[in-house]
């Protein structure tokens, strides 16, 4: 492929930080009225690449019967759910971090002295600095853009960076068929990586890889 640039998404593509995310989420519960929980890394992954507004409704189910009872004391739990176990998150991946895909770090350095590389996830604000402290691999990265900087869905954050940035002939690179969709919405090619969280229907994608090595035999020059 002819690129001038790649935007990474980050959960399922450069890492996989599930496990630390459900230790957190299963010690935050216990501060919560429904009680303690257990989260499992599997369920995390299934969850993925959602705002975390949506993940939490998914998490405690409960809320949608306060939802039709008392609209505002559902909003300020799930605030508070939000808050409490984003800041116990943050907190786990700091100590413990996530576990980088084989061949991600290496690839990257390769890349950046080729073309520009940028991150566009629908994290919460601050997560994407807390992977690339976590990781050392902020000077990958000219930039990058999350759902939590400016409550902007994936598709709009990609042709953000990608007009910011004079991108001509960028690629989004994701693991599940959200990520393809907002590609497709961007107007930019999607490369899938099949090793993450998700699959994705053969027309959807421009690429595969099924190693993030691959990366460096798809872009040309």
């Not at 991600?104 to 997560?127: A, H, M, Q, W």
């Amino acid at each position: 492929m002819k690129l001038d640039s790649l935007i990474f998404d980050i959960d399922g593509t450069l890492w996989d930080s599930s496990e630390t995310i459900a230790e957190a989420f299963s010690e935050a519960s216990s501060l919560f009225p429904f009680g303690k929980r257990e989260f499992s890394g599997e369920r995390l992954r299934a969850e993925m690449g959602r705002p975390l507004n949506v993940i939490f409704r998914h998490l405690y189910p409960e809320l949608d019967e306060l939802f039709e009872k008392d609209i505002k004391q559902a909003e300020r739990l799930l605030r508070r759910i939000n808050s409490v176990s984003s800041e116990m998150e943050y907190e786990f991946l700091r100590k413990r971090g996530g576990k980088l895909y084989p061949g991600v770090r290496e690839t990257l350095d390769s890349l950046s002295r080729r073309i520009p590389l940028f991150i566009v996830s629908n994290c919460e604000k601050g997560y994407i600095e807390i992977m690339l402290e976590a990781t050392g691999m902020e000077p990958y990265f000219r930039g990058w853009l999350c759902y939590g900087d400016n409550n902007a869905e994936k598709d709009k954050n990609i042709r953000f960076i990608a007009d910011k940035n004079g991108l001509k002939a960028p690629a989004y690179v994701g693991d599940i068929d959200k990520d393809a969709v907002s590609s497709e919405k961007a107007g930019v090619p999607f490369i899938w990586a099949s090793y993450g969280f998700g699959s994705v229907s053969q027309g959807m994608y421009r690429e595969r890889i099924d190693d993030f090595r691959e990366l460096e035999g798809i872009i040309e020059g």
